[in-house]
């Protein structure tokens, strides 16, 4: 195998040495073999990769848009021919199974292949006045250059979610990925160039959190960005939210999730076993649309948990690279914070799943392991029933392979455990019967809603985000997250010959308002 390459930040598309810490990546299914190395940049390398992207972004601007729409096209061209050795890369880099890893970077297709025809579109309106002879327009404007911050456990597609309408838009971009996910990033940084897309218009800055936070104040104080998104945690994107309040900039934010799962009595129980098993762990759990807590009827609790159960004692885990539920926890971070997960439940909670809890290792096996647990960081799964909403495994994001369980009598019961933590992504009901599923549609804080089917999996072109603690309400995919990406600058053109002034220059007919037939 050839030595991994050292990889860092690409400034204008030229790689900088910053002199900072060289960091290690290894595959967490392997976690004796390096995958990349990557020299961290510090704050002035932010600073500076935002002030080159501000400069550049009249530039990129000026290109027409159905134009930046063909560079979307041939990306999108160019990460098909590239699928395969991207998902490769995303199952070593994070250890996702490969078939989602296919998913994954099909994500990120589909959303250039939306955005490619966006770019003949970004549609504005003519708009009728309320006086002769003048014209109203709308334009949509890109906002300018963004900062774009994301998470690990989607390399490619969240990414995407942001970089393609960003730059379709008109907008330039500094991108900082998780630096565990380097080998990644800068693969999808060289498709995006290969596109034709100029190497000004993306920066690809590799920092550590809080270089990043200097990095993005420097650039914030000196005007230099006009919009951040951020992928990640809740408490990161308060704080984040916080510093662009302070600049008055507005970020989006698609923050953690707690995402119920409510089983009615008139479920199609088999349904909601499948769609428990992967929202509960499918990613291990390391998805922000994972199962936060299963919801079920006291009538059908029993059924449906021992039905879960052995679903879970019965899924394939282990190697990603072969047909598994899930492989290894994305990174040692988020193995050491699950463990400290194991250690919250309470003498109240009954686990099953799996004959042990924590790690899967040679001497705290799991029957029917694929591959060598030993070589990597695996986890247990674990359903824990019996949660009450006064619990820690209720109220916070547990980010790996737990299923919390709660039962409930009645629906108004189900939606107050639905709400109850504050998070507010996506939830999903099993039902039959269309009362249920409309009434929990409306009810629910989540900004999305799934019938029959599990939280996690949005399709690339419906609304993605969430409220309360999963974000301030903006929405990413399809043609919504283009409000994110520019704003509305409306125009007014008087070609009267004299002044007209609105709401009083208005020759309204009369009406007479003592009519009565
Ligand atoms: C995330 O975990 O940040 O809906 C995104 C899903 C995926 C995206 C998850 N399409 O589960």
């Given amino acids: 195998m050839t030595e991994p390459a050292e990889l860092s930040s690409l400034i204008d598309g030229a790689p900088v040495d910053t002199g900072g810490q060289l960091l290690e990546r290894t595959d967490p299914a392997h976690v004796d073999q390096v995958v990349s190395r990557v020299r961290l940049g510090d704050e002035r390398t932010f600073a500076h990769a935002a002030a ?283 193995d050491a914070r699950f463990t400290a997960w194991l250690d919250k439940l309470e003498p109240h909670h009954r686990t099953s799943g799996s004959s042990a809890l924590g790690r899967i290792t040679s001497s705290n096996p799991r029957e029917g392991f694929v591959g060598d647990p030993d070589a990597g960081l695996y986890q247990h799964p674990v359903i824990v029933d019996g949660v009450t909403m006064d619990d820690t495994i209720y109220q916070e994001e547990t980010f790996g392979p737990i299923a919390p369980v709660t039962s409930f009598d009645t629906f108004d019961e189900a939606l107050t455990l639905a709400n109850g933590h504050g998070y507010g992504l996506s939830a999903s009901i099993y039902t039959t019967r269309p009362e249920h599923a409309f009434n929990f549609r409306s009810g629910v804080s989540a900004g999305m809603v799934s019938v029959n089917n599990s939280t996690s999996g949005a399709e690339a072109h419906l609304p993605f985000g969430g409220n309360g603690r999963s974000g301030t309400g903006g929405r990413l995919s399809g043609h919504w997250v283009l409000d994110q990406v520019t704003t509305w600058q409306s125009m007014n053109w008087d070609f009267s010959g004299k002044l007209q002034k609105a709401q009083m220059d208005v020759d309204a007919p009369e009406a007479d308002h003592d009519f009565r037939l």
Avoid at 54 to 69: C, E, N, S
Avoid at 128 to 135: A, L, N, Q, Y
Avoid at 209 to 222: D, I, K, W
């Fill in 52 to 334: 080159l992207a501000h400069a550049a972004q009249p530039d990129w601007a000026a290109v027409p848009a159905p134009v930046r729409g063909v560079a979307i096209h041939d990306l999108a061209n160019i990460l098909t021919a590239n699928k395969e050795a991207l998902s490769q890369l995303v199952t070593r880099e994070i250890g996702k199974p490969y078939t989602e890893s296919l998913g994954e970077v099909q994500e990120a297709i589909d959303t250039c292949i939306y955005f490619a025809a966006e770019g003949r579109r970004l549609h504005g309106m003519t708009v009728p006045s309320e006086m002769p002879d003048k014209e109203l327009f709308t334009y949509r404007k890109p906002v300018g250059t963004m900062a774009v911050i994301t998470a690990g456990n989607f390399p490619v597609a969240v990414p995407s979610w942001y970089l393609v309408p960003a730059l379709l838009a008109g907008n330039t971009v500094v991108w900082k990925p998780a630096e565990y996910t380097p080998a990644i990033a800068d693969a999808f940084a060289r498709c995006v160039r290969a596109a034709g897309i100029p190497d000004s218009a993306l920066q690809l800055v590799f920092c550590d959190g809080p270089t990043t936070s200097e990095g993005l104040e420097s650039a914030l104080a000196a005007g230099h960005l006009q919009k951040v998104g951020f992928t990640g945690s809740s408490e990161v994107g308060r704080s984040i939210a916080a510093r662009c309040g302070r600049h008055l900039v507005s970020p989006t934010l698609e923050l953690g999730g707690k995402n119920p799962l409510v089983v009615m009595p008139d479920a199609p129980l088999d349904v909601a076993v499948e769609g428990a098993l992967f929202s509960g762990f499918g990613t291990a759990g390391q998805r922000c649309t994972s199962l936060g807590v299963a919801i079920v009827h006291s009538s059908v609790h029993e059924e449906f948990l021992s039905r879960f159960t052995t679903a879970v004692e019965q899924a394939a885990i282990g190697d990603p690279t072969q047909d598994v539920l899930y492989g290894p926890m994305i990174d040692e971070r988020f």
